[in-house]
């Protein structure tokens, strides 16, 4: 495909719409993990179906603050889904898979839920652990996105696809390759590779070559430059920056057989390792385009 160069002034909308109702929020265990916490819309109808979103936060993380400083509280309002932020072993990744399963598994059966639309999400590590449940888990999940930190998969082949979002930060574990051009973390650059050829795309026979492509290694199928108004927020949600200056850059790449890309790579110049308050936007504007079917194939919306 043809890469492409757009830009222009993107205004990202912080604002709730004027609904008085306020988001339905529960809190309950499944076992000692500790807290969950379901975001639902108001007026929930349970004639319907729901998109699912798992929000998981980094380590040492607040998984309620998360939810607010990544934006997903304006998503639920906004787009009538389904957001759930379990209280997990924030250290770990693969070894707390079965227990998101099993939080994904509970939902199902608590909530109206489309089955067909459940996707991850987390900032650092709740990140990486999202491209741990594609690799145990490869049916379960729509697509995954990770803000700041991913791993390698263990299962790096398979029958099914996945669509992957990073948003990284250019200060955010950054490193200079040995001729002086920046490149992501080695973490990431695993990650990466692992998900182009799970994926079976073309950039999995493509060595990365960071002088040509900074942070990434992979040439886009298209780019996009936009400047969101958005909030950067400290850990923890504490304290916020207004930001509407600062350039976002989206990479996109396309797989043989889908409209839609099924990778976006979107780099935040300056950023450092924190939230902004539309990560979840992105997100789920990447997410809402697809969906698993029953028999585990990966359809577009």
């Not at 912080?14 to 807290?35: A, C, F, R, W």
């Not at 698993?292 to 359809?299: E, I, K």
Request: glycine content about 6%.
């Amino acid at each position: 495909m043809k890469t492409k160069i757009l830009i222009f002034i993107f205004i990202f909308n912080t604002i709730i719409s004027n609904t008085t109702m306020p988001i339905q929020t529960e809190v309950y265990k499944l076992d000692s993990h500790g807290d969950i916490f379901s975001y639902l819309p108001p007026n929930l109808d349970r004639t319907k179906k729901y998109p699912l979103v798992m929000a998981l936060c980094c380590t040492t993380g607040n998984p309620q603050a998360e939810v607010k400083t990544n934006g997903w509280d304006k998503i639920v309002l906004q787009e009538n889904i389904i957001v759930i932020s379990p209280t997990y072993n924030n250290y770990a990744t693969y070894s707390e898979a079965a227990y998101i399963k099993s939080v994904i598994q509970d939902a199902i059966k608590r909530y109206p839920v489309d089955i067909e639309r459940i996707y991850s999400t987390g900032f650092s590590n709740g990140g990486a652990l999202s491209v741990a449940m594609v690799s145990k888990y490869p049916k379960l999940l729509a697509g995954i996105s990770a803000m700041g930190w991913m791993i390698g998969m263990q299962n790096k082949s398979s029958s099914y696809k996945i669509p992957f979002l990073l948003i990284q930060g250019t200060k955010e574990y950054t490193q200079k390759t040995s001729s002086g051009s920046m490149a992501i973390m080695d973490d990431e650059k695993t990650a990466l590779k692992d998900l182009f050829s799970y994926n079976n795309m073309k950039e999995k026979n493509i060595t990365p070559n960071y002088d040509l492509v900074p942070y990434w290694g992979y040439t886009p199928d298209e780019k996009e430059s936009i400047y969101p108004k958005y909030l950067d927020y400290e850990i923890y949600g504490k304290s916020s920056t207004k930001r509407e200056d600062v350039l976002w850059e989206i990479n996109r790449y396309y797989s043989q057989g889908y409209k839609k890309p099924l990778a976006e790579l979107i780099l935040v110049d300056k950023a450092t390792h924190i939230p902004h308050d539309c990560n979840a936007y992105f997100a789920w504007n990447f997410f809402k385009g697809f969906k698993r079917l029953s028999n585990g194939t990966l359809a577009e919306i």
